[in-house]
């Protein structure tokens, strides 16, 4: 069973005991579905949701609208729309036979990656070490996906993400469904609610007493943003956000409070992988070491990069973002005349000794239509790392980022990108 951390930190929201939710909230009349860390069956979408009442709404729930259409008055704690497939979706089809060639594989295979510490160099903290992680600990993993019901903006893919990614991690990874937690606007269970409190409490349940070797995983899938840098760590003046489902009362999140919560503490070896699907979200971790196609490190080289969108979006289909929304100031150009102090200081800053590493992509220029695969509403990073995994599981970082960036290639301009909170061997075997 997985309990959450007492959390106090958001304003307005008393502090919290750690608690069972599972004991809190008796089962449903309807079938039970399996538990994710500790809550009751989550309904995850392998029947209707049911007819009772959602959450603190009585009313009944809405037909389905087509995406892009006028979004039905209620709150975003009202009924989701019905007629969610009766199956859970079982992601990209799983490749039959062998792997196809890879360009960038020679050889017998990329190497496991080392056990023993490693020295960062590339400018970071003298005598400064790292450790990679082996992956082969505890696995934990939240998944956060918002579709904003009711309210302006409202998304279709997301929570289709989280059923995705879940099932594969299930299935492809060794995560087990009681070392889940899974936050969409779809549940019944207010503390399944992807709020800004739900969230925060979640964010240092998943990192808590992480151990070498252990690997975590988290996958948010929503709406970002960008608002005034107030610290000077962001090169283009802006932090990057993402949106609780309850952000027009509580606020957002910025990149310097997750970094804080799941990077600042890791121990070394402890892995945590991040995929965020969500406009400007390519630093949303504020990692500073960040690798293009090529396996190589990017340095700041800010007038190049900026038509390039470095800290560009991770996603294809939340083009009609938050940030976007609320201030069309909000520039992605970087200023590049602050460019390298705030690079230097970051590598001094927000190195880690833990093994983080986030995938996103590196462009803007997408609407949310765009992300119709298969025929189902879906994030085209989630989609892209979960086709290039499967086709082929034993992958370098660079193949894997080469694999992801030929998957988008088909419908999508963007390109992908990696970052880690350390100088990173892109030839090393990807694990997680």
């Given at each position: ?280 979200s390519g630093s949303a971790l504020d990692l500073p070491y960040i690798y293009s196609t090529s396996g190589v490190l990017k340095e700041p ?132």
């Amino acid at each position: 069973m997985s309990y959450y951390p007492p959390y106090s930190g958001a304003p307005g929201y008393p502090s919290q005991q750690s608690y069972l939710p599972q004991q809190q909230y008796p089962p449903m009349h309807h079938h039970q579905q399996p538990s994710y860390g500790g809550y009751p069956g989550q309904s995850y979408h392998q029947q209707h949701p049911p007819s009772n009442p959602y959450g603190y709404s009585h009313s009944p729930q809405p037909p389905q609208q087509p995406y892009g259409s006028h979004p039905p008055p209620h709150g975003y704690n009202a009924p989701p729309p019905s007629g969610y497939p009766q199956q859970p979706p079982s992601g990209p089809p799983m490749y039959q036979g062998r792997p196809p060639a890879n360009p960038y594989q020679g050889g017998p295979g990329p190497q496991a990656p080392p056990s023993n510490p490693v020295s960062f160099g590339h400018g970071a903290p003298q005598g400064y070490n790292f450790q990679y992680s082996r992956c082969t600990g505890k696995r934990k993993a939240l998944l956060i996906g918002v579709n904003y019901f009711g309210q302006k903006g409202q998304l279709r893919g997301c929570i289709n993400d989280v059923k995705n990614m879940s099932t594969y991690l299930n299935q492809n990874f060794g995560y087990a469904r009681e070392d889940m937690v899974l936050l969409t606007d779809d549940q019944q269970n207010p503390m399944s609610q992807p709020t800004k409190a739900n969230i925060l409490r979640a964010m240092h349940w998943l990192v808590k007493d992480a151990q070498p070797n252990d690997s975590l995983f988290f996958h948010y899938s929503g709406h970002g943003g960008q608002t005034p840098d107030l610290d000077g760590d962001e090169d283009d003046g802006y932090d990057e956000v993402i949106y609780p489902v309850d952000f027009r009362a509580a606020g957002h999140i910025v990149d310097d409070e997750m970094h804080r919560i799941m990077v600042q503490s890791l121990r070394p070896g402890v892995r945590l992988t991040a995929i965020f699907d969500s406009c400007h979200s390519g630093s949303a971790l504020d990692l500073p070491y960040i690798y293009s196609t090529s396996g190589v490190l990017k340095e700041p080289n800010l007038a190049k990069e900026a038509g390039q969108g470095l800290l560009g979006v991770v996603s294809a289909y939340a083009r009609g973002d938050m940030g976007g929304m609320m201030s069309t100031a909000m520039g992605f150009f970087k200023k590049a005349t602050k460019g390298d102090e705030v690079y230097e200081r970051n590598k001094q800053t927000k190195t880690s000794p833990a093994d983080v590493v986030m995938w996103s992509g590196s462009k803007d220029d997408q609407t949310s239509q765009d992300a119709q695969i298969a025929g189902q509403a879906t994030g085209a990073m989630s989609w892209a790392f979960i086709a290039a995994l499967r086709k082929n599981p034993q992958q370098s970082y660079v193949q894997l980022l080469n694999s992801i960036r030929d998957e988008l290639s088909t419908k999508y301009t963007q390109k992908p990108q990696l970052s880690c909170s350390h100088p990173l061997d892109t030839n090393l075997l990807y694990v997680m």
